[in-house]
């Protein structure tokens, strides 16, 4: 291999070398958001999240709180530019399901963190709103998880407090 070889695969390396670094950091921040997540779900694991519409029976509440949980995540261009050939060929877009379900899960949690904040461990009426943004070169999507935190009587966790 001589310098015109080097010189002739020159626009193929220009487009090679940046996707492979891009993908290589993609999926070390993705894994590090995972693990970030995995760590703060344990933590939040004493705040339940229900998607019912009403208390549960022996729960007695003094008070309720609006809390929300948002949060803007963006796919990155080495993902956008493989669902350009997923889209020609057909198919399923995992990479875009990963990005969607690191979205609902970073949303729940930061609505369990509002929720343990107003001192609640007892989320219900847990809803999701998902927005697609446009005007990027990568999918960007928010999704935004509300519910009703119950706070028990003078400030104790709703779900602690039991009606005799």
């Known amino acids: 291999m001589d310098w015109k ?11 090679l070398v940046p996707l492979v670094f891009g993908y290589g950091i993609g999926r070390w921040l993705e894994r590090r958001h995972y693990q970030s997540i995995r760590e703060r779900e344990q933590a939040l694991r004493h705040v339940v999240a229900l998607n019912t519409r009403y208390v549960p029976e022996g729960v007695v509440a003094g ?18 530019f493989v669902a350009g050939f997923r889209s020609f060929f057909g198919g399923r877009f995992r990479g875009y399901e990963t990005l969607l379900e690191r979205a609902r899960r970073e949303a729940l949690l ?7 904040a107003a001192g609640s461990t007892l989320v219900i009426g847990v809803r ?3 927005t697609t943004i446009a005007g990027s070169a990568t999918p960007s999507v928010e999704i935004l998880a509300f519910g009703t935190a119950l706070i028990g009587p003078m ?3 709703a779900a602690a407090t039991r009606a005799p």
């Open 110 to 116: 930061r609505l369990k963190a509002q929720a343990q």
């Open 63 to 80: 008070s309720a709180q609006l809390v929300t949980g948002g949060v803007v995540i963006s796919s990155d261009y080495f993902k956008t």
């Open 5 to 15: 070889f080097w010189l002739e695969t020159f626009n193929l390396w220009v487009v």
């Open 155 to 157: 400030g104790q966790a």
């Open 128 to 130: 999701f709103q998902t």
